[in-house]
């Protein structure tokens, strides 16, 4: 088994889904969690210099680094059989963490939007006309590949990826799932898988 090290702030935001994946697989791993900066900058001094790009996350692999949180996450996907079985499924994994991510963009934006009038604006956007829009996009494309999980119909990362984003955005939206039970469903699922479940009940509670 190889030596794992995942290194990112103490927030679930891009570090979550690798985090998710390592727990999914049940592998063991040195979870590295830093003090947000604007709390406390201390360690996160000490730590940035060793970082070639000075970003977070970053995984160690048997002493190697990799960066990027969905370049992280895919290249664990497919050491865990999370990636699809073929060029095809794993197009359609693809497309769905893209799309996944685009909601997380939007989320983003408006979180950290300064501007509270533009923050007014970008939430009720975001919640009243973008959601619904892409959750219903996401349930139709989960109803063409055999309806049961996102993509492929087989339990991908794209499954996980989606678990943890709707987990932060049902945080302000909690009955954002109540017309798309195929969705509400999936995510039950997804908690319920005993990795999964047993890591949500332990892990230290976030922001976002």
């Not at 570090?15 to 996160?44: C, M, S």
């Not at 949180?69 to 893209?98: T, W």
């Not at 939007?113 to 349930?139: A, C, M, R, S, V």
Request: hydrophobic fraction near 40%; charged fraction near 25%; charge should be neutral.
């Amino acid at each position: 088994m190889p030596e794992i090290k995942l290194v990112y702030f103490d927030v679930y935001a891009r570090g979550e889904i690798i985090r998710l994946i390592l727990h999914y697989a049940g592998v063991p791993f040195t979870d590295q969690r830093i003090k947000l900066p604007f709390i406390d900058n201390t360690e996160w001094m000490k730590v940035k210099p060793t970082i070639p790009s000075g970003q977070v996350p970053v995984l160690y692999w048997d002493g190697k680094l990799l960066s990027q949180s969905l370049s992280i996450s895919r290249f664990l996907a497919k050491q865990f059989n999370l990636a699809g079985l073929n060029n095809m499924e794993s197009a359609l994994i693809d497309e769905m963490v893209d799309t996944v991510l685009e909601l997380n963009e939007d989320f983003y934006a408006m979180t950290f939007e300064p501007d509270e009038d533009k923050k007014k604006e970008k939430n009720t956007k975001l919640y009243e006309k973008t959601l619904p829009l892409k959750l219903g996009l996401i349930e139709k494309r989960m109803d063409s590949t055999g309806g049961q999980f996102l993509a492929a119909n087989r339990l991908s990362w794209a499954d996980l990826y989606f678990f943890q984003s709707m987990k932060t955005l049902l945080m302000m939206k909690p009955m954002a799932l109540e017309s798309f039970p195929k969705l509400d469903n999936l995510m039950e699922r997804v908690g319920n898988l005993p990795n999964i479940k047993k890591y949500i009940a332990e892990r230290p509670e976030c922001a976002f």
